[in-house]
């Protein structure tokens, strides 16, 4: 079904790159060769797919306890900001204390971003969807004024407001070097992205609290008659989600950018829930969906440049994707009506 | 003084407001019939981006707004028979449909505009009011307002009136609060929920008609940059009433005149923090949803898609 | 308030019972599956006209199906209904309406925010499109003056009391000229008080030449405002009455049936030592109204005491209390002498309490998850199936197989999905996990609801097993057999309230039905 989904989306661009008077086939394969037609192509999709990926996590870690993360954007951006932070603080720090450092502080502070919805859920019985949008939104203007007059704005700053740049210590250095491929910008984030799909695969499957997690996504009140407080996980599974997504935001500090800006990493939390939703919030799909997404938006830059076919096509073939995905829930829903168990499906 | 509450400030407030109050319209029809809709976003900037293409190629504001309109309606109408028809899961199909008007306006403005709208595209005019030109302040805040900004302002009495003194307007709430209700008195829940999914999507476009139309008369990707969701909150701030709605969208639109015109101004060393003006609307969203401040409460069927009896 | 109507109104309508020349309403012969449950096989409902006729029955005996069949909810499967003479055909709602026929739901069709009269007129405004409330409030005043029921036009629903509010749904059905209303247990949510003036309203009814169908399974309210009965036992007639020529016992006998099984003999394993011990408990029900009022009962180690009662008198709110899923407002729990009345489920059942909820698939089973899985919730954290939270997958298998096989879980395979297993597989599984621990007391609820015969044995068998092991069992079933089969001790519920507690020995069924009935006073003699 998810390549289903996908095949249908990139028909519909077929046709929308046709009415626009281009040749879809050119323009696929300039998406395809922007993608992975070189290893420099393939390592900036990676560098892309790597936020993606933990953001993805994010949304999936509460989609199987119940919850809808709407907000792993505005918890990437504090994870951001707290990584930004924590960075450009302590220059002097030798990179064994500060990259950790600056780590679990973006860690943290996305986490206590995200439980904030969490315990809205769980104590006010506030839907988190509107919650986590209002906190993006939050996000998005504190960051303005922190960036542009507060107090992480870098002096002397020229063009896009700006942070000062992070210590040398905290910086994930480039893991491929130049001399195999050359002005590659892929970084150790990778390695942290890998180590937390297995994180996120452990936990959820490996763990009692995976177990619990999972448990009250898909029966909360069996879950609570055997004494799973669905409240307290609510709260602790949206610190989890926070902390992912916050995990993501600092990789983009000390992996690409080094600093802070405005308009930093945008959409980047509203593709993962495509991700998460597309990949089956399981571990393995979430990775490859990111990386279809990745090379997507890397890709649509070439096609762009070297077809002429704007790379906001890339928009609507990840929409239709998500309308298809929505979809397959009806089929699934009118199946069960008709009395398939819902399971045999799952 | 005159940075907080001169007339400049006030009618840069109605300015503001209006967008984020047609939006917050489209959302009050909408979830007072039962059905969320996030999808107003992208029902706004479809009216924005179709609107000034319809203003530039036909060279007739009046044309602009319609087609405008119609576009956010024909976005709304794939929500409706996902969420109504299908009952599909309301947020992800209103998701995709944001990051598919996001995709569709964009590559169209690349395609179309690559160097940006032309100048000269017909705009809707301004209604000058001369008779209020030596009144102080009135004059200076409504003498010189945008048709689309009065259309606002008639549009919350009208809808209130509806809403609230109207049969078809009872027969909206009911099919919001407890559809099964509506249903067994002989209300047909799916063909109200229809036109209020589809209403809503024509206001919120209204909204970006007048972005480019009525106020800038060029178009840049992503140009209504959250307003539809800034409509969301007046929407749930002002408890689902049209007239709450705009309280709330000018409360909001205060905010941003604000940011305006505080932008650079200092209180003894102390540069006023203009941008966290700007979050005002979305804490005081959240406080009111959980009850911090008063008590804001959804229909109670809001988001949940009806499905009748019968065997 | 309404003054009661004298005696003549009611000798009217009992002419009419006399002399029925074409019954109001006729249905024959209706029958309707659900799936493997034959709901009602082969039902006739008679109504005169001008009469209360009683439609009477346990849970499950029918009377809501045979009602939403008439209503057009549900379509039959075979039957013929005919009205005033004609037969007729009822495809929704909307059709029942316009043959005169209206419905009083169980759970109220209305509209909280708005208020008592738009309420009444929705969907039939009678003008427009401006809504004139003043002309629907004066419309809807008039209604209430002509049927002498009495509320506040203007009030908003959510702002009145219950009573007031089944008023409204009354009104809605008049307002919408029916000749025939239907009460779907009218009483179930209402104070004594509110009964008596409802009761006032349904003779007053009568007195206008309306014609009424009361769902209900309270003998009092049987015996004190109808004119005839029909009794449904699973879904077939049982017995047809005239009230002035019958009596509680009757009714009671025709209700709960003969069908009596052998009662095993089973030794007395009960010491006297009290392992649950309940005192004045209070507690009130998801819609805020009091479920329990003041609850006492006690249960020993080695016996089991079943909770008889129609469903909806407290006892599932008794069991969630118990568990610790549902805030107690007044009185003690204690187990084993600990007090146990504010703790959260888990530090229940840290107290060795297990517990077998009545609906197995929502509360009882994480359905997508496996068997094994099942078998471990609520000891996820635990050895063996955890060490410093980390799951222990291999013995999580093992226990699950093994467990599979010691409960006959079919198939045995502790790796198929719960969610794909029959439901008497499925209690197997909850039942297996909950004695697997050997708790000191089993709160167990409507345990062989929906299981076939062979399941039921053995559910039985495994609850005298643990008996015969010292547990305390709590057994809370609306099966009259099944509570007498294996019960040392009957508490019956009624209305929020332990009526009486008998010994299985006096339990007779008539007894029991007419205490199920609230009918205390007879049921002593």
Known sequence: MPIVSVLAALLAGAVLILISGSNPIRGYAALLRGAFGSPYNITETLVIAVPLTLAGISVAVAFRTGLFNIGAQGQLLVGALAAGWTGAQFPELPGILLLPLTLVSAVLAGGAWGAIAGWLKAARGVNEVITTIMQNYTVVFVMHWLLQNGPMTAPNAAGTPASSPIGAGAILPIIIPNEIVPLSRLHAGVVLAIAAVVVFWFLMWRTSLGYELRAVGLGARAAAQAGIDPRRRMVLVMFIAGGFAGLAGMIQVSGLFHRVFDGFSAGFGFDAIAVALLGKNSPVGITLAAVLFAAFARGGTIMQADAGVSSHLVEVVEATVLLVIAAEAIVRALAVRRGTPAEALA | MELLIGAGVIAATLRLATPIAFAALGGVITERSGVTNIALEGCMLFGAFFGILAADKTGSAPLAVLIGLLAGTVLAAVHAVASVTWRADQIVTGMALNILALGVTSYLNYEIYGSGVPSGVPLLPALNLDFLAGVPFVGGVIGHQNVLVWLALVLVIVLQLYMFRTVAGLRLRAVGEHPRAADTVGIDVRRTRYWAVLASGGLAALGGVYLTVADTGSFTDGLTNGRGFIGLAAMIFGRWTPVGALVASLIFGYGDALSVSLQGVSIGDLRIPVQLLSTIPYLLTILAVAGFVGRSRPPAADGVPYESEGH | ?525
Do not use: W
């Not at chain 3, 036009?153 to 239907?182: F, M, N, T």
């Not at chain 3, 013995?395 to 297993?421: C, E, S, W």
């Open chain 3, 1 to 525: 308030m309404i003054a009661p109507r004298p005696e003549r109104e009611r000798g009217t309508a009992a002419t009419v019972v006399a002399t029925p020349l074409v019954p109001l309403l006729e249905m024959r012969g209706i029958r309707k599956r659900f799936g493997e449950l034959q709901a009602l096989d082969g039902v006739d409902l008679v109504v005169n006209e001008g009469e209360i006729h009683a439609l009477v029955g346990e849970n499950g005996a029918g009377k809501t199906t045979l009602m939403n069949i008439l209503y057009g909810l549900y379509h039959p499967d075979a039957g013929t209904i005919r009205y005033r003479g004609r037969e007729v055909r009822i495809t929704g709602p909307r059709d029942a309406i316009a043959l005169g026929i209206g419905m009083i739901h169980q759970h109220f069709m209305l509209v909280p925010p708005l208020t008592v009269a738009e309420n009444v007129v929705l969907g039939d405004e009678r003008g427009g499109p401006p809504l004139d409330t003043r002309a629907i409030e004066q419309r809807v005043r008039a209604l209430e003056e002509r049927f002498g029921i009495v509320v506040e036009p203007s009030a908003r629903i959510e702002d009145i009391p219950l009573g007031l509010q089944q008023r409204v749904e009354i009104l809605k059905v008049l307002y919408r000229g029916s000749e025939l209303l239907i009460f779907d247990e009218p009483t179930a949510v209402l104070t004594p008080q509110e009964v008596d003036e409802l009761f006032v309203i349904v003779r007053q009814l009568r007195a206008e030449g309306k014609t009424l169908i009361l769902i209900t399974h309270k003998l009092r309210e049987v015996l004190a405002v109808t004119d005839r009965i029909t009794v449904l036992r699973q879904g077939r007639n049982a017995a047809q009455l005239v009230t002035k020529e019958t009596n509680a016992a009757e009714i009671a006998k025709a209700m709960v049936g003969r069908e009596l099984k052998e009662l095993k003999a089973r030794a007395a394993t009960g010491t006297s030592l009290p392992i649950l011990q309940i005192s004045r408990l209070e507690a009130l029900s998801d819609r805020g109204t009091p479920a329990l009022r003041g609850v006492d009962l006690v249960v020993r180690e080695g016996e089991i005491v079943g909770v008889a009662g129609v469903g909806g008198n407290g006892q599932s709110e008794l069991a969630q209390c118990i568990l610790g899923l549902r805030p107690v407002t007044e009185g003690t729990i204690t187990v084993g002498g600990a007090d146990i009345t504010r703790d959260p489920p888990k530090r229940t059942r840290a107290r060795g309490v297990a517990y077998v909820p009545e609906d197995r698939r929502v509360e009882g089973l994480v359905l997508p998850f496996t068997v094994a899985d099942n078998f471990i919730l609520g000891k996820q954290d635990r050895e063996p199936y955890a060490r410093r939270g980390v799951l222990e997958r291999e013995a999580i298998a093992k226990d699950g197989d093994r467990l599979a096989k010691d409960f006959d879980v079919r198939p045995p395979n502790a790796k198929v999905i719960v969610g794909t297993l029959s439901g008497g597989n499925q209690q197997k599984v909850v039942l297996g996990r909950e004695i697997s621990e050997s708790p000191r007391l089993i709160v167990i609820s409507q345990p062989t609801r929906g299981l076939d015969i062979a399941a039921t044995e053995y559910v039985h068998e495994r609850l005298l097993e643990q008996r015969a092991r010292g547990c305390g069992i709590l057994l809370i079933s609306s099966e009259l057999d099944e509570i007498r089969a294996l019960s040392d001790r009957i508490a019956v519920m009624f209305e929020g309230r332990i009526v009486a507690t008998l010994d299985a020995a006096d339990a007779t069924e008539d007894r029991l039905g007419l205490l199920m009935a609230g009918h205390a006073e007879a049921a002593s003699h």
